[in-house]
C-alpha cells in the first residue's frame, strides 16, 4: 500500500489553527465542568470533552508523522479548576454553543483547503461533532429558558420581486430617498445573530476583565465590553425602528469574582477568535444587506472590531503570549 503523501502547506496551517483552538476550548471546558452544577449540561460538556480531546491527539499524531513540532498551544498552565464561579445562571452552555457556532464555520472552510483523504475526514468529523453539540446546547438553553428565539413574523403568501429602486434606499449619497423600508427577515437574520453573539461576548470579556491579572489586559477587555455594548445598542435602535422585539437573554452573567480561572494568555486568545468570527459575521451581514444605511452600519462595525483585534494581537505580541504558525521557506536568507 503506498504511502501518504506529504501534508500540503494549507494543510499544515489549517491543523495548526485546529490545535490552537482545540487545546484552548478543552482547558476552559476543564474548568466549566469542574464548576458544573447541573447534570445535563455537565454531560453536554464532558461528551465534548472526551471528543475533542481525542481529535487532539489525531492533529499530534499527524504532526510526529510529518516529523513537524508539535505546537504549544494551551495546556493545564493556562486554567485554575480551583477559581471560584467566574459565571453564572447557565453561561457555560451559552458559551460552549457560540464556540461550536465559531468551530463549524471554522471546519467548514478549512474542508475547503484540505486535500488528503485522513485530513478531509478529521475536519467532517469535527463539523459533525461541532454540530451535534451545537444543537445539544440550544435545546438545553431553550429548554430551561436561558435564550431567546429570533422575532416571529407573518408568513408570506405570495411571490413578490422587487421592481422599485428606493428598496435600497437609506442613506445612498447618490439619491434625495431617506425613507427606509421595513427590514426583511434575511436583514434581520444577520442582526439578530449579531445581537446574539454580542450579548454573549459581552458577559465574556466582562468577567475576563475583572479576573485578569495585568492592568493593560483588563483595561483592553473593559473596551470590549463597551464596543459590545455600542453594537448592542445600535441594532436594537434598528429593530425598534420597525417596531420589532428586540431579543434577550435571561441567562448567562458574570459574577463577582476576581479570581482568574485562565490565563491572560488564554483570555486574550479566545477574544482574538471572537473577534476574527464577528468580522466573519459582519461581512455576511454586509452582503445580505439590501439597505444602504446598513450596510454602511455594518462596515463601521468590522472597522471597529479590527481596530479592537489589532489592539489585543500587539499585547499578545509584546507578552510573548502569540505563537507563531509555520513559516514558509525564506528563500531570500538561504545561503550555500
Not at 437573554?249 to 459574577?255: K, N, P, R, W
Not at 454602511?296 to 502569540?322: P, R, V
Amino acid at each position: 500500500m503506498p504511502n501518504k503523501p506529504a501534508i500540503t502547506s494549507s494543510e499544515l496551517g489549517i491543523l495548526w489553527i485546529t490545535y490552537q483552538e482545540k487545546t484552548m476550548v478543552i482547558q476552559m471546558l476543564e474548568y466549566f465542568i469542574a464548576k458544573s452544577d447541573d447534570d445535563k449540561s455537565n454531560k453536554i460538556m464532558v461528551d465534548l470533552y472526551k471528543k475533542l480531546n481525542n481529535y487532539v491527539e489525531k492533529v499530534k499524531e499527524i504532526f510526529e508523522d510529518e516529523g513537524a513540532v508539535i505546537p504549544l498551544g494551551y495546556t493545564s498552565k493556562d486554567v485554575n479548576t480551583e477559581a471560584p464561579k467566574l459565571y453564572n445562571n447557565g453561561f457555560d452552555i451559552l458559551f460552549v454553543r457560540l464556540l461550536k457556532k465559531i468551530s463549524m464555520g471554522l471546519h467548514t472552510l478549512n474542508l475547503n483547503m484540505a486535500y488528503r483523504e485522513d485530513i478531509i475526514i478529521l475536519l467532517k468529523d469535527l463539523t459533525a461533532t461541532c454540530q451535534a453539540a451545537y444543537n445539544d446546547c440550544t435545546k438545553y438553553l431553550i429548554e430551561k429558558g436561558l435564550i431567546a428565539r429570533p422575532p416571529y413574523t407573518t408568513m408570506p403568501n405570495s411571490i413578490d420581486f422587487i421592481t422599485d429602486k428606493n428598496y435600497l434606499g437609506g442613506l445612498n449619497p447618490l439619491t434625495k430617498i431617506r425613507k427606509k423600508r421595513t427590514l426583511n427577515t434575511v436583514e434581520v437574520a444577520y442582526m439578530y445573530h449579531m445581537i446574539e453573539t454580542n450579548n454573549v461576548g459581552l458577559q465574556m470579556v466582562t468577567g475576563f476583565a475583572q479576573s485578569a491579572k495585568q492592568q493593560d489586559i483588563r483595561n483592553f477587555f473593559s473596551n470590549g465590553a463597551e464596543l459590545s455594548k455600542s453594537i448592542i445598542k445600535e441594532i436594537s435602535e434598528t429593530f425598534l425602528e420597525d417596531s420589532i422585539q428586540v431579543p434577550s437573554s435571561s441567562g448567562g452573567h458574570a459574577t463577582r469574582s476576581t479570581i482568574p480561572p485562565f490565563s491572560d494568555k488564554l483570555m486574550m486568545y479566545c477574544t482574538s477568535i471572537f473577534c476574527d468570527f464577528a468580522m466573519g459575521g459582519n461581512s455576511l451581514g454586509t452582503a445580505f444587506s439590501r439597505r444602504y444605511d446598513l450596510a454602511a452600519k455594518m462596515m463601521t462595525f468590522a472597522k471597529d472590531i479590527y481596530e479592537y483585534a489589532n489592539e489585543g494581537a500587539k499585547l499578545m505580541i509584546k507578552n510573548g503570549w502569540m505563537e507563531e504558525p509555520p513559516q514558509m521557506e525564506e528563500r531570500g536568507n538561504l545561503k550555500p
